[in-house]
């Protein structure tokens, strides 16, 4: 038994020591200011998915320095050295050196075709990284709307619990004074119970909405955030065909598809080039010497040019074209279905953006009669005139007239966020200089990440409590040896 305490006080010290960790790690008092364009800043400057993306540059870039290696000169350099014996003859011992050149002359254009394919390709992997850091800009102001619009709700929420529970009070005094039936207390009791369901949804449905921006931003899971930009209406003037016409040119996605069409057209000049010869340079320079039974040496220059020719490969090289063309066309074909998939997401987010913008206009004076509905029932209740079904009634409007008002709001800012990241609008200037910081070094992101530092912390933290549970720690304790803490 005496074990079994200290075990659990070792236990409770290791939950000490992980609280004083994330107090530590964690957030303070205060709740640390986040505007909307400091929240997509920051999420273009730490973002570990973005980080991801970026490293496909870094591949693109080395498959370039490849195909362009293989057009170059390259050098090779031996060095043997041999013993050989045979019936009739001494024991021979000899070394030769040598250094050998080749560079291709004439390659069919397989090689140059391999260059202008790994450019293209370093190109597209630029356009990916800007279309990813232009989603990641949506992604970052829809979690911000979504806590805002969250936060609201649970206002609308609790007000609505506040008043039910103001209603129950003056239910339960007038029933107490004989003046209300008791169907109406529970009725009461009733819609007060409903109206906390909904407040609890609400405030979890705000954590997880923040927790889902923490996330965009990579920042500390815990560390409370104060989002101090609303919802602005600001007017979209510009008209469907325009805005499906810019994406048409300006969308990120659909230059890299045509790039890939232009890449396979490469690819088809390479596979080609099975049909023709090939052309190469070859140069060496050889050191021979022997060490027994005599002693000699020599050396020899060589040069020469080889001319290869594949007169008949099994119809390998037909195959290759083929394949080569069957490639060709997917590109062509998947940049036409591109272009059909952003005309129809232009189409789709102009339109609910003009939808919420209706409703939003509709609602403003909604609110408003809803209000004073819900102050006739209430008062036109305690004077004895009204119905308890009344009061519900008229608090459910107005919680609903106030939550499509707020939701009005945000949906038209997100569907207007969603239409611009549609038609393939640039970052500007502040979010360019952002992204420009993002530190992509493996190491440095790990050390800094915050979800590494916390299990980190946690690991020392449990070893710590595991060595100081061991078999002969108990009994340092147990026999009364341990240091007073």
Same mark, same amino acid.
């Given at each position: ?10 236990? +409770? ?54 195909? +362009? ?42 090689? %140059? ?89 609400? %405030? ?46 300006? +969308? ?161 800012? +997100? ?37 590494? %530092? ?32």
């Amino acid at each position: 038994m005496k074990i079994s305490r200290l075990i659990k006080k070792r236990q +409770r010290r290791l939950s000490l020591a992980l609280a004083g960790m994330m107090m530590v790690m964690g957030p303070t008092a205060l709740a640390a200011d986040l505007s909307l364009q400091e929240a997509i800043n920051m999420a273009l400057t730490q973002n570990t998915g973005l980080k991801v993306t970026q490293k496909g540059e870094d591949t693109a870039q080395a498959s370039l320095k490849k195909a +362009r290696g293989n057009n170059g000169v390259s050098v090779s350099a031996t060095d043997t050295l041999s013993v050989s014996k045979s019936n009739d003859s001494d024991r021979r011992e000899s070394n030769t050196a040598g250094v050998s050149a080749s560079m291709p002359l004439y390659s069919g254009g397989a090689n %140059q075709a391999a260059i202008k394919k790994a450019e293209l390709g370093v190109k597209s992997a630029d356009l990916l990284t800007e279309r990813d850091r232009e989603n990641l800009k949506l992604n970052v102001i829809k979690a911000y709307y979504d806590a805002l619009e969250a936060k609201k709700t649970v206002a609308v929420r609790q007000e609505t619990v506040d008043k039910y529970q103001e209603h129950y009070t003056n239910v339960s005094q007038l029933y107490s004074a004989g003046a209300k039936a008791r169907i109406d207390v529970i009725r009461s009791s009733v819609e007060l119970s409903n109206a906390r369901q909904n407040l609890i949804k609400a %405030q979890n449905s705000y954590e997880v909405d923040l927790a889902t921006l923490r996330n965009y931003l990579n920042l500390n899971r815990t560390e409370p955030l104060n989002l101090t930009s609303d919802f602005s209406y600001d007017e979209f003037a510009i008209a469907m065909d325009d805005c499906i016409a810019y994406a048409y040119a300006n +969308r990120k996605d659909l230059l890299v598809d045509q790039y890939k069409v232009e890449q396979q057209e490469q690819a088809v000049k390479a596979a080609k080039a099975g049909y023709l010869p090939s052309v190469s340079l070859n140069m060496g320079l050889d050191n021979s010497n022997v060490f027994h039974p005599a002693s000699s040496s020599s050396n020899s220059v060589s040069a020469s040019v080889g001319l290869k020719w594949s007169i008949f490969d099994g119809g390998v090289t037909d195959a290759a074209v083929k394949s080569a063309k069957t490639d060709y066309d997917v590109a062509k074909l998947t940049l036409l279905k591109d272009k059909e998939d952003v005309d129809l997401a232009v189409r789709q987010g102009y339109y609910n953006m003009r939808e919420a913008e209706k409703r939003f206009n509709s609602t403003k004076d909604a609110v408003h009669q809803a209000e004073e509905d819900a102050y006739i029932a209430r008062e036109k209740y305690r004077a004895g005139e009204g119905l308890m079904l009344d009061i519900i009634d008229a608090q459910e409007a107005l919680s609903t007239a106030r939550l499509n008002y707020i939701s009005a709001q945000y949906d038209y800012a +997100r569907y207007k966020a969603t239409v611009e990241n549609a038609m393939g609008i640039s970052l500007n200037a502040s979010e360019q200089e952002a992204a420009a910081k993002l530190e992509t070094d493996v190491d440095k992101t790990l050390d800094s990440s915050p979800i590494e %530092q916390t299990g980190s912390a946690a690991a020392k933290a449990d070893t710590k409590a595991q060595a100081e549970t061991t078999p002969a720690a108990v009994a340092d304790e147990l026999a009364g040896n341990e240091e007073t803490k």
